[in-house]
């Protein structure tokens, strides 16, 4: 049997920090400092652990592209729908004479609390606007409906 071969020694200089880190590790791992330092060394030259990082990376970064993309999905969403709900509204909706104008200001703070109540309430049971709407929502031959939205608000005959 040929001899095993015989390990060539370094020395290197650690940072007080990382070798505390070091220490602790492997005792935690009851395995020789030489031993976690050469696994380390091993790991780090190591050609695939590149790529391995890089997939990771590339991983979380995806998953990151994707969560944007539903956040990015979900504002427009809602502003679409305040856009929607405003113009409906303000077509819809007469001024108030000044006695009853009067009398409505002095109801908004009950009136609000109502709502984020409701809001509240809203958020809690589920399920959401944004679960109510597809993924995908086909635009008509036109491309840009909002005119013809103008022209269709809700409530219209």
């Known amino acids: 049997m040929p001899a095993p071969k ?22 935690r791992r009851e395995q020789p400092m030489s031993l976690i330092a050469e696994a380390a ?54 001024p108030l004479p000044e006695p009853a104008a009067k009398a409505a200001r002095a109801q908004a703070g009950t009136r609000y609390d109502n709502f984020v109540a409701a809001l509240g309430r809203r958020l809690n049971q589920g399920p959401k606007l944004r679960q109510e709407i597809p993924e995908e929502v086909e635009t008509g031959s036109s ?14 005959a």
């Open 41 to 94: 060394i091993a790991s780090f030259l190591s050609p695939d652990g590149d790529e391995r990082r890089e997939a990771a990376i590339g991983k979380r970064l995806d998953q990151q592209d994707r969560r944007l993309a539903r956040l990015e999905r979900d504002v427009g969403i809602a502003v679409e729908m305040l856009a929607v709900f405003v113009r409906f509204w303000l077509t819809t909706t007469p």
């Open 143 to 156: 491309g840009d409906n909002r005119q013809q939205d103008r022209d269709h608000l809700p409530g219209d």
């Open 6 to 27: 015989k390990k060539a020694q370094i020395s290197v200089y650690l940072d007080p920090d990382v070798m505390r880190s070091l220490s602790v590790y492997a005792a």
